[in-house]
């Protein structure tokens, strides 16, 4: 009878994680989206009654403070994982590293520095301000932020992985923010943890020019020589299997809590 509230179902990991956890008709999975009437087409192929889709948007606190009454209501005042997997995903800087986007464009640098900020790191700490109260009520107490092995600093200086500046930033910001909360909840028994997907194919490189695609490429031969055994992007399927396996064997008993880990559970991201 667990309960879930995941962020970012519209689409990509997001979408899979609602798929995988409703498969199991005692689970209430509640998905937060920005435009509801799409994924309730999306879901209602599904054919499910567990399923409840809220909207909101992470830069908007006032729809996340609805979501959450309606959560309450759905649940009956508890929750028992929430999983922040929306993010912003900056694509005007994501192919150049920082130094030659400010050359190009400081204003649009700023502009994609601002808005991963605000969605990847303010957004999720008003998400989980507001839906602390529920989970402080539920039995598992689980909190999980999908985070990227692009913001490991030790990954980005020795594959000087100089893309996707402003979004690994605020992916590195937002493990800090799990910490934070880590360190101030423990105590109440509520584990909050940082995992990385790995590298998974969700549809959105069909959209991407050929340059953007030659330096996604460069990326991945880097990939390719501090993993050699990667053999190209896992599946949304995949993915969320590896991730709701870390998350099912990580607690604050053993020491997991506050942790950046990968969909291995542990540091090697690829
Ligand atoms: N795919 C990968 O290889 C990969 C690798 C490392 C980490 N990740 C992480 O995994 C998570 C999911 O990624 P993905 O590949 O599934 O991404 P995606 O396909 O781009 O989906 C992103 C989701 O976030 C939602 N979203 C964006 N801004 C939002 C906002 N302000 N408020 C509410 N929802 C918002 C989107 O909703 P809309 O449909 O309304 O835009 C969408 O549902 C992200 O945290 C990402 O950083 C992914």
Redesign the pocket.
């Known amino acids: 009878m667990s309960s879930y509230f995941v ?8 979408f899979e994680f609602l798929r995988q956890l409703s498969s199991d008709p005692a689970k209430t999975v509640i998905g ?4 509801k009437p799409a994924t309730d087409a999306k879901v209602a192929a599904l054919n499910r009654t567990n399923i409840h889709i809220l909207e909101g ?3 908007d606190y006032e729809s996340l403070k609805r979501a959450a009454s309606a959560t309450s209501k759905i649940t009956g005042g508890s929750l028992d994982y929430l999983i922040a ?5 900056p694509l005007w800087s994501y192919f150049d590293g920082m130094g030659a986007l400010g050359s190009k464009d400081p204003v649009a640098l700023e502009k994609d520095l601002l808005d991963a900020y605000k ?1 990847n790191i303010i ?1 999720n700490v008003h998400l989980f301000n507001l839906f602390l109260p529920l989970i402080l009520k539920g039995e598992k107490k689980k909190v999980i932020a ?1 985070s ?1 092995g692009m913001a490991d600093i030790e990954l980005i200086t020795k594959y000087d992985l100089e893309i996707g500046g402003p979004y690994a930033v605020s ?1 590195a910001g937002a493990n800090a923010v799990v910490a934070k909360y880590s360190a101030e909840y423990a105590k109440d028994g509520v584990l909050f943890i940082s995992i ?2 790995g ?2 194919d ?1 549809g ?1 490189s069909g959209t991407l020019t050929e340059e953007q695609l030659q330096k996604i490429g460069v990326m991945m031969g880097k990939f390719a020589q501090y993993a050699p055994n990667f053999k190209g ?1 896992a599946t949304p399927e995949e993915s969320v299997k590896a991730l709701i396996s870390v998350y099912e064997k990580a607690s604050v008993a053993g020491g997991d809590g506050g942790a950046f880990v990968s969909h291995f559970g542990n540091k090697q991201w690829l």
């Open positions: 962020t970012g179902v519209s689409r990509g990991i997001g937060l989206v920005r435009n948007d992470l830069t997997n929306a993010a912003s995903i969605t957004g999908i990227s992916k990385c997907p590298v998974v969700t959105n992007p």
